[in-house]
């Protein structure tokens, strides 16, 4: 089974803090490690991404992380496609030249790519149903 990277469920976790917590402490990168239980170099690094996604923003000086953008407007999806280091936003990484001579190699990606986009289709719909504030007021309530 393939496996999404841990960056994936960090960043939503970190996400998740950010909203829960946004009152009553300052968001820096190791007090979300501290919650993740996680290499603070990490966190730093996966703030930058969010950061570079237009999700947050990180003050210099001060410190802190705060949404560039409301909560209810944050997607699983944009979370995923900020931190997952996916080319060309392909899911599945086709090896480039399969056996032309070969019966299978040949006819390949006539049978399998179609399939391979609709799951990826399927993943991203399901992702961009889900706002980051849902997954906060779920959390609240699992507590």
Avoid: W
């Avoid at 996680?38 to 966190?43: D, M, Q």
């Avoid at 996604?53 to 953008?69: P, T, Y």
């Avoid at 599945?92 to 040949?106: A, I, L, R, T, Y």
């Amino acid at each position: 089974m393939m496996q999404i990277s841990s960056r994936f469920t960090m960043a939503v976790h970190m996400l998740i803090c950010m909203e829960i917590f946004k009152d009553q402490y300052k968001i820096t990168g190791d007090f979300l490690a501290s919650s993740i239980d996680a290499n603070p170099v990490i966190i730093r690094r996966i703030l930058s991404q969010l950061k570079d996604a237009g999700l947050i923003f990180v003050r210099r000086g001060a410190g802190g992380a705060a949404f560039a953008r409301p909560p209810e407007k944050i997607t699983l999806l944009d979370i995923y496609d900020a931190v997952e280091c996916v080319g060309e936003k392909q899911l599945f990484h086709f090896h480039e030249h399969p056996n032309p001579d070969c019966p299978v190699g040949k006819n390949i990606h006539k049978v399998l790519d179609n399939k391979l986009k609709r799951a990826q289709t399927a993943m991203e719909r399901e992702l961009q149903s889900v706002t980051l504030l849902a997954l906060a007021q779920e959390l609240r309530q699992a507590d």
